[in-house]
């Protein structure tokens, strides 16, 4: 058993951070890599590391680091879309205060490439220079140019997209079948966390074959575009519903708990997570979608079964400008129908 047995794909890191913790930790370090690359679980076995000075994870501060119950790990999420200039000023507060039982403290600061800009120059003297105490762990699946400045100030680890192959070997020995964790592994990207929502998902292929099939049924008609983006939709819907279920469950358990306490507690930090989770939900499924769209026609090119290979390149480059749009959220509908309606001609192309 060992404190990083979460954290999957990142051998690197993993030396980096051991190798970090022999000699001495700085103030602050900066996790960059995809969503679902296990920073987090990284974040809280630096943390393990840290505060127990050992890899054992039944060490009582090790264990409760890595559970995130740690009185001396302050693990900050987002309450809204963005983290805002209140909550930066929270988390510059939180940094002074002296640890709670020993002599470190580790703030751990989650989707910080959603920092606002008044939030990055609020913090920014606070991670440059933190009481003697603190240590920053700040994760972000990439820098965004409002980070560049505090990120200059932090010991970066990188974290890569986890290889399909070890995404679903995780997921066997969590009990998947072997069959069934490739399936996942493959539509997840790289996503260990999506690969375990996939994975108890049993229309993904369907889903899959159906987006990869649309190159086949366009005829250059809005009717056929809208009808199509309406029936995609549709299907992505239908996959939130065990992510809808276990959020309902997970509400439930929160005001059981509040009432066996006799106190009323604000449950919009969970309600707006939860949405937040719905939407990357939505957006994973049509960026895996369109990936296997953009397939279709880049399958198409290279086997020879169309003389149009400038139309199937400029497809597959619509539809990658659709998947970076995705980014700024768009309104989903009008995306996908805009983008059916604009790709070559079937009959034309396929």
Known sequence: ??????????????????RAAEHGPVHAYLFVGPSGSTKLE????????????????TQRDARLALAGTHPD????????????????????????????EGDRKVLILDEFHLLRPEGAALMLKTIEEPPPSTVFIV????????????????????????????????????GLAPGAATAAARAALGDL????????????????DA????????????????????????????????????????????ERQAEQLGRSASRKPIDERQRR?????????LRAGLAAMAG???????????????????????IGRAIEALERNPNERLLLEALLWSLPDAQGVL
């Open 193 to 208: 966390d999506r690969a375990r929502v996939l994975a108890a998902d049993p229309e993904l292929s369907a889903r899959r």
């Open 211 to 254: 987006f990869a099939g649309v190159p086949h049924e366009l005829d250059g008609t809005g009717a056929v575009a809208v009808r199509r983006a309406h029936e995609l939709l549709e299907m992505i819907d239908e996959a939130a519903a065990p992510m809808t279920a276990r959020h309902a469950t997970e509400l439930e358990a929160f």
């Open 73 to 100: 790990v302050r693990e900050v999420r987002r309450t809204g879309a963005a983290i805002s200039a209140d909550q930066a000023r929270d988390i510059v507060h939180t940094a002074a205060l002296a640890p709670s």
């Open 296 to 318: 279709t026609y880049r399958d198409t090119a290279t086997n020879g079964g169309t003389t149009d290979v400038n139309g199937c390149a400029e497809a597959i480059a619509r």
């Open 139 to 174: 994760l972000a699946d990439f820098v965004p140019h409002d980070l560049v400045t505090i990120a200059s100030r932090c010991a970066q680890i990188h974290f890569v997209g986890i290889a399909d192959d070890v995404v679903a070997a995780r997921l066997v020995t969590e």
């Open 42 to 57: 990284a974040a809280r076995a630096f943390a393990a590391l840290l505060l127990s000075g050992g890899d054992d994870p």
């Open 1 to 18: 058993m060992s404190i990083w047995d979460d954290v999957v794909g990142q051998s690197a890191a993993i030396e980096q951070l051991t």
């Open 277 to 285: 989770e719905i939407r990357r939900h939505r957006t994973d499924e």
